[in-house]
């Protein structure tokens, strides 16, 4: 059974920094070795993503975040990271992290196979 699992969520003030973190179980090494995403969702609004990286370290941001948020991952150990810096309350949402069925990275929620459960990014002002 493949599972994503993240952590790290929580509430911060503005100007804050967060670090979000996904643990892959389930996966083989070349299961793995596909495009990984960060995605968000706040209340009322679509689920958008935030960040995609590539197996080897390719990396695309949404505009909102370009320059505060950095995506990483670690493929041998199969986890993924989103550190989020100089966050604002447009931030505060549900974060999921999630594995899309290429390799080449489209941070559309319509290509993704496997979703994580979510944490909660909560940023007051």
């Known amino acids: 059974q493949v599972e994503l699992v993240e952590s790290g969520g929580g509430s911060v003030q503005t100007g804050g920094s967060l670090r979000l973190s996904c643990a892959a179980s389930?996966?083989?090494?070349?299961?793995?070795?596909?495009?990984m995403s960060w995605f968000r969702q706040a209340p009322g609004k679509n689920r958008e993503g935030v960040a995609a990286?590539?197996?080897?370290?390719?990396?695309k941001y949404a505009d909102s975040v370009k320059g505060r948020f950095t995506i990483s991952r670690d493929n041998d150990k199969k986890t993924l990271s989103l550190e989020m810096n100089k966050l604002t309350p447009d931030d505060t949402a549900m974060y999921y992290c999630?594995?899309?069925?290429?390799?080449?990275?489209?941070?559309?929620?319509?290509?993704?196979?496997?979703w994580g459960q979510g944490t909660q990014v909560t940023v007051s002002s």
């Open positions: 990286v590539d197996p080897d370290g390719g990396t």
């Open positions: 389930g996966f083989t090494y070349s299961h793995f070795y596909y495009c």
């Open positions: 999630a594995a899309e069925w290429d390799r080449m990275c489209s941070r559309d929620s319509k290509n993704v196979r496997t």
